[in-house]
C-alpha cells in the first residue's frame, strides 16, 4: 500500500508536469485537489459508517475562508490555507452534529441540506475578490496571488500533491493514535464504545472537524488555482456525486481517493477530448457505483489490490512447483 502511494506520488511530482500539456495540467491538477477532498469523505464513511453529502460545500468554505484572509491580510498563501482549512473544521463539527443522533440515510440528507444552504448563502454573500466591507466582494476583481513556490501552473501541480500526501499523512498518524482505535470500535458498536469509556461524542466530532479540515485544504488549493471562486461551482449535487465516486474508487485505501480524483475530474476531461460528450461520464459513474455496491465494496482500489495479490500467488504457487524441497 505504502510503495504503490509513493510509487504514484513520485510520478505525479516528477512526470505528469513535464509531459501534460497546459489544459491537462489543469485537469489533473484538479483531480489531485478533489482527492484531497475525497479523503475527508472515505474518512467518515470508512471508518465510522457515516455518509456525509457537504464535502464540496466544506470546499467552498474552506476557499471562501482563503480567499478573505489573502486578500484582506496580505498573508503569504500558507497562512491563508490554515485559516481557511481551521474554519471548514469548525464548520464540519457543526455540520457533523446531526450524526450524534443520526445515521444513514438521514444523516445523508441533512448533510446534503447544509450543503445546499451553502449555495444559497454564498450566491447572496459572493466569494472575495479584493473589495471592501466584510464579504470582501467588489467590482474590481483582484486574483488571489498564489504560493510563493508555484507560480506556474506545473509548479502549482506539484504543491497540491505534497499538499495532498500531508493530507494523508495527518490521516494515517490519526488512524494510528487513540483517535483511530475510538472510530473502530465506534463503527462496531456505539454501545460497546461508550462501555469501554470512550467518548463517542468527542470522537465523532474529531472525525468531521478532521473531515472538513481536509476540505478547507482542497478549497485553499482551488482558490489557488483560479484566483477566485464562483458560487455556481459548489452546487449540492457535487457532493453526491463525489462521495459515489469515492465509494467506486475504494473508500478504505488511499489508492482509492487517488482513483475517485481520477474519475471525478479526468474522465469528463478525456471524454470531451475525444469527442464525446462529458455528460456521458454520469452513466458510465453510475454503472460503476452499482458494480462497486453489489460486487465490489472496497471498490476499484480493492480489486486492483485482489488481482495484484492473484498474481503474486500464482507467482509463488510457480516457483514453488519449479523448486520443491
Known amino acids: 500500500m505504502r510503495l504503490t502511494l509513493a510509487a504514484v506520488a513520485v510520478v505525479a511530482l516528477t512526470v505528469l508536469p513535464a509531459m501534460l500539456s497546459a489544459y491537462w495540467v489543469k485537469v489533473w491538477l484538479a483531480a489531485v485537489i478533489y482527492t484531497v477532498a475525497a479523503s475527508g469523505v472515505a474518512l467518515l464513511y470508512a471508518r465510522l459508517g457515516l455518509v456525509s453529502l457537504a464535502q464540496v460545500a466544506l470546499t467552498g468554505v474552506g476557499g471562501w475562508v482563503c480567499l478573505r484572509v489573502a486578500h484582506a491580510t496580505g498573508a503569504p498563501f500558507e497562512v ?119 467518548d463517542v461524542v468527542l470522537y465523532k466530532c474529531w472525525a468531521f472537524a478532521l473531515s472538513g479540515f481536509l476540505a478547507g485544504m482542497a478549497g485553499s488549493l482551488l482558490a489557488a488555482t483560479l484566483g477566485t471562486l464562483d458560487a455556481r461551482s459548489f452546487p449540492a449535487s457535487e457532493s453526491i456525486l463525489l462521495f459515489a465516486l469515492t465509494v467506486v474508487g475504494g473508500a478504505f485505501s488511499p489508492l482509492g481517493q487517488v482513483v475517485s480524483g481520477v474519475l471525478y475530474r479526468v474522465v469528463p476531461a478525456l471524454l470531451d477530448t475525444i469527442g464525446i460528450d462529458g455528460n456521458l461520464s454520469f452513466i458510465i459513474f453510475g454503472a460503476a457505483l452499482l458494480q462497486a455496491l453489489i460486487t465490489a465494496p472496497r471498490g476499484v482500489a480493492g480489486q486492483l489490490f485482489d488481482a495484484v495479490e492473484r498474481v503474486r500467488q500464482k507467482r509463488s504457487a510457480a516457483l514453488t512447483s519449479r523448486n520443491p524441497r
Do not use: C
Open 80 to 198: 491563508a490555507m490554515l485559516a481557511g482549512a481551521s474554519a471548514t473544521a469548525a464548520v464540519g463539527v457543526i455540520v457533523g452534529l446531526p450524526a450524534l443522533r443520526m445515521r444513514g440515510l438521514y444523516l445523508a440528507l441533512v448533510t446534503l441540506m447544509a450543503a445546499a444552504s451553502f449555495t444559497i448563502v454564498v450566491t447572496a454573500v459572493q466569494f472575495p475578490n479584493g473589495g471592501e466591507g466584510f464579504s470582501g466582494y467588489g467590482f474590481n476583481p483582484r486574483p488571489m496571488p498564489r504560493p510563493l513556490l508555484a507560480q506556474s501552473d506545473e509548479a502549482l501541480l506539484r504543491y497540491a500533491v505534497v499538499v495532498a500526501l500531508l493530507g494523508y499523512g495527518l490521516i494515517a498518524w490519526h488512524l494510528k493514535q487513540a483517535p483511530g482505535r475510538a472510530w473502530a470500535m465506534i463503527r462496531r458498536s456505539e454501545a460497546v464504545a461508550m462501555s469501554a469509556g470512550i
